[in-house]
């Protein structure tokens, strides 16, 4: 079935140490993104990807990196330069750039937790 | 600049009981889309109804139906019979270019 793929569901990270979240998508879809969930809060976008070698910083990008080598993949890695990782992330993907109409899909998401 | 509103927190409501979500938008484009989706406890967001600038008519799906008022820049989504399974998080979207902006969500609880 088609869908997003989102690896680990549960990840624990000691302070200092860089972690790094999957995302795979087998949509065709051009564009994928990254947002942070926190409790009881919205949708925060971290970076998005239009095309393959190609990502913009999203309205939270500091302590976190992505790359897009591939259509299929964007992963997300979270630094030690981010102060507060402790967070639920979604990664999700929809209809790239020659459409402004379709919605997006998500993955399962991650959460992710600071010891 | 582009802003969705989603003024109420949290609802509860008793099943059966009819629901309405409310949703304000802010945007100058001429051309966008709005989105409903639902996130139940376990995380992932589901995608419910996509609506167009250009379309205001008003859809109904089952129990769901969506109330789009360009005048008053609103988009709201109404639940008749409510029913437990549609305790969940709610988000309003707003779809510009491939940028795609999210209120802060309702939390809605239907009792039994």
């Not at chain 1, 790359?67 to 979270?78: A, D, G, N």
Request: glycine share 6%.
């Amino acid at each position: 079935d088609g869908g997003i793929t989102q690896s680990p569901k549960y990840l624990f990270r000691k302070e200092g140490q860089n972690v790094t979240l999957s995302c795979e998508q087998n949509l065709n879809h051009d564009a994928m993104y990254w947002y942070r969930q926190d409790p009881g809060q919205g949708l925060r976008l971290i970076y998005y990807s239009q095309i393959v070698n190609d990502f913009q910083k999203g309205d939270i990008a500091e302590g976190y990196s992505v790359s897009r080598e591939k259509k299929e993949s964007f992963p997300l890695t979270v630094t030690s330069a981010q102060k507060n990782p402790t967070a639920f992330y979604l990664c999700a993907s929809s209809q790239g750039m020659d459409t402004n109409t379709g919605e997006l899909f998500f993955g399962e998401g991650s959460r992710l937790t600071v010891l | 600049a582009q802003k969705v509103t989603q003024a109420q927190t949290e609802i509860s409501v008793v099943e059966k009981e009819d629901v309405t979500l409310d949703c304000v938008y802010e945007t100058r484009d001429t051309t966008y889309y709005l989105f409903w989706y639902k996130q139940p406890p376990s995380g992932e967001l589901v995608f419910l109804i996509r609506r167009n600038s250009f379309d205001e008519q008003n859809e109904i799906s089952g129990r769901y139906s969506w109330n789009f008022q360009k005048s008053t820049s609103s988009f709201n989504f109404t639940i008749t019979a409510s029913q437990v399974v549609d305790s969940a998080v709610y988000f309003c979207a707003l779809r510009r270019v491939n940028k795609f902006y999210f209120g802060s969500g309702t939390k809605l609880n239907v009792k039994p």
